[in-house]
């Protein structure tokens, strides 16, 4: 077990392209590094580690995967490597499991292989794509929605905001719903069926009336879906009084769903809108229609990135910009509020929650499953990164089971519901923690100081060795300090004060 953050940089840190059939696996006779290369991106530092070759061959190799690299000079594998082997191992603990038995769940009853099924979206929009995702590892496919709708996407239709180092943090677009025919997205649902059996075919439905509701979850029943979702959430329609608009009218969720669960004997799920105050309205809507479970949240309405010499906001269409939904890590915080307002809401007990919005790495997932989710939903890093994104998903859940002692992923949904509070009136505000600074790390940036001086209480100063000293008359304990630190270096004191105890931590 890793008892320590891992000192392992994030390779977004030091330009990895993460590429397709990395040309390093290729140069390396050993190994394959572009597979260590992206275990660490997704934070899976010890499962790369538990992979490694007994013997270090990076020791006495001449670097041929950073010659290969397609950023030469720009990604120092084999110092990565040797952190694995030096940094890492030593705190492994636990074995790498040889087998998923943990990962084993269920959706409404049916048998799950893990927890991981693509949404609803581009990503399942077509037998190939859903084929390979199912062979590369997911569990599943919400299949993206069928509908009756003559649906015409707009192009261009995605854009993003990036980070400082160039990966995307927030992702819009303005997709609609599936552009094959009723008859063609029946036939790729015989197909998946057919092929594979195991895995779950949860179709996605978005009907303009109680007939149409009722006649498409009949039709997914026939042509092989294990379990319908209910779109009573997209926020891009062309027409009003579809998608985000009924999922915030209660009564026409309880109506709508109440038509497809009325016309069919497989499990209903309902998708809702994260476009309202509360989610539990619409939820307790979709239980009193009979829905099985809920699926949440959507994309959220967003404007991103006007463009400050035409003023039109991206993705510009001809000249005119659209509000579209928001997806992808900005807004996983929010989806984690509406997942556990869902988990903690008596009215809602029993009922199967897949959770989504802004999962890219397994400690994600975790935090969805912690807080309530039953199963996870995964598209925007998807779309940035491939389906292969499923094997850390896997690793890195199923060794934190192992290492946690669970037996099943079942034993750890719903067990940070008693530690959250939805109002602030919880906590505890008598004590005072201290941050903590390892000089022997500090590299003596002064960003501490910085943030404390401009955001803070005016707590920190640096000596004149550059290592920053505490004031604690002044320090409040908010620990803006330690969020600030490139290095990771500040830690929470062991101590804990009254306000106003004045005692020095330096």
Not at 2 to 8: D, G, M, V
Not at 253 to 267: D, F, L, M, Q, S
Request: proline share 6%.
């Amino acid at each position: 077990m890793i008892k320590s953050k891992p000192t392992i940089p994030r390779l977004h840190m030091i330009n990895c392209a993460l590429c397709k059939d990395p040309p390093c696996n290729q140069a390396c006779p050993v190994m394959n590094p572009g597979e260590f290369l992206r275990n660490i991106w997704f934070g899976n530092e010890q499962v790369a580690a538990g992979r490694l070759p007994e013997e270090n061959p990076c020791l006495t190799c001449e670097g041929y995967c950073e010659k290969a690299c397609v950023r030469p000079g720009e990604v120092p594998i084999r110092d990565l490597m040797n952190r694995l082997y030096y940094q890492v191992v030593p705190e492994c603990e636990t074995p790498i499991p040889d087998n998923e038995e943990r990962l084993r769940c269920d959706l409404c009853g049916i048998p799950l292989e893990n927890p991981f099924l693509l949404s609803s979206s581009v990503v399942s929009s077509t037998y190939d794509m859903c084929a390979r995702a199912f062979e590369a590892g997911w569990a599943g496919a919400a299949f993206k929605t069928v509908s009756t709708l003559d649906i015409h996407e707009a192009s261009p239709r995605f854009s993003a905001i990036e980070g400082n180092n160039g990966g995307i943090i927030g992702f819009k677009n303005i997709e609609q719903l599936s552009d094959h025919s009723v008859p063609e997205n029946m036939e790729i649902f015989r197909r998946l069926k057919k092929d594979y059996p195991s895995k779950l075919i949860l179709t996605s439905i978005m009907g303009q009336n109680e007939a149409e509701w009722a006649e498409l979850a009949r039709m997914c029943e026939e042509n092989g879906a294990d379990a319908i979702e209910l779109n009573f959430s997209c926020p891009n329609m062309m027409e009003g009084g579809l998608g985000s608009d009924v999922g915030q009218i209660p009564e026409l969720v309880e109506r709508y769903t109440a038509a497809a669960k009325g016309a069919c004997h497989i499990p209903v799920l309902a998708k809702l809108t994260p476009n309202v105050e509360r989610m539990s309205p619409a939820a307790e809507a979709a239980r009193r229609g009979g829905a099985d479970g809920l699926a949440a949240v959507n994309t959220i309405k967003s404007v991103v990135g006007v463009d400050l010499h035409t003023y039109v906001s991206a993705p510009a269409v001809h000249g005119m910009g659209t509000v579209g939904g928001y997806s992808g890590m900005a807004i996983r915080p929010i989806a984690l509020r509406f997942v556990s307002e869902l988990g903690q809401n008596p009215e809602l007990k029993g009922m199967h929650i897949s959770a989504m919005g802004g999962v890219q790495t397994w400690r994600d997932a975790l935090e969805f499953i912690l807080l309530g989710g039953n199963s996870i939903q995964v598209t925007t890093s998807v779309m940035e990164y491939g389906y292969r994104i499923i094997d850390d998903l896997k690793s890195g859940l199923n060794l934190y089971l192992a290492e946690k002692g669970f037996s099943s992923v079942k034993e750890a949904i719903g067990l940070g519901l008693d530690f959250l509070s939805s109002t602030t009136d919880a906590i505890e505000r008598d004590t005072v923690i201290y941050p903590s600074f390892d000089h022997s790390r500090c590299i003596g940036c002064g960003r501490c100081e910085i943030s404390c001086a401009d955001g803070g209480h005016q707590a920190i100063r640096l000596n004149t060795e550059r290592k920053p000293v505490l004031n604690g008359k002044r320090c409040v304990g908010c620990h803006l300090c330690m969020l600030v630190c490139p290095q990771n270096v500040i830690t929470p004191g062991p101590k804990r004060v009254r306000k106003g105890g004045g005692k020095q931590n330096g």
